[in-house]
């Protein structure tokens, strides 16, 4: 079991994200009662980021594929396909929008941040 769902068994819902800010994709884990709901990787390697790809698509992913006129889940006949790409470029960049539109992003954390509820962030140091 992943920490993410150790504490998705704990609080009922805990999201892991990877924004590399340095252009080095973006990747989401959102766990919900101990399981994995979603996750997704866009890193640029794409049979490595096939392998970690599980569950359906977030509605902020579904919107945006139906933006570029895409089906909402990934089609194979759309593979190479220039909306195929486009939309790899952007889920390059997504892990803040997703984690804004789930709660909140920590690349948006201000001291004026309002605060409710029992909330943990967990920030890990950067792998050299």
């Given at each position: 079991?992943?920490?993410?769902?150790?504490?998705?068994?704990?609080?009922?819902?805990?999201?892991?994200?990877?924004?590399?800010?340095?252009?080095?994709?973006?990747?989401?884990?959102?766990?919900?009662?101990?399981?994995?709901?979603?996750?997704?990787?866009?890193?640029?390697?794409?049979?490595?980021?096939?392998?970690?790809?599980?569950g359906q698509p977030l509605p902020l992913e579904r919107s945006?594929?139906?933006?570029?006129?895409?089906?909402?889940?990934?089609?194979?006949?759309?593979?190479?396909?220039?909306?195929?790409?486009?939309?790899?470029?952007?889920?390059?960049?997504?892990?803040?929008?997703?984690?804004?539109?789930?709660?909140?992003?920590?690349?948006?954390?201000?001291?004026?941040?309002?605060?409710?509820?029992?909330?943990?962030?967990?920030?890990?140091?950067?792998?050299?």
């Open positions: 079991m992943t920490r993410c769902c150790a504490c998705a068994l704990i609080y009922g819902q805990a999201q892991a994200y990877y924004y590399g800010m340095q252009g080095d994709g973006s990747a989401w884990l959102i766990a919900e009662d101990g399981a994995v709901v979603r996750r997704y990787c866009e890193t640029g390697a794409p049979d490595e980021d096939a392998i970690f790809t599980l945006r594929r139906k933006a570029l006129r895409l089906s909402p889940t990934w089609d194979e006949s759309t593979r190479g396909s220039e909306a195929e790409e486009e939309w790899k470029r952007e889920g390059h960049e997504m892990a803040p929008e997703i984690a804004a539109a789930l709660g909140i992003s920590p690349c948006g954390l201000t001291p004026q941040t309002p605060r409710r509820g029992t909330g943990l962030l967990a920030h890990t140091p950067p792998i050299h």
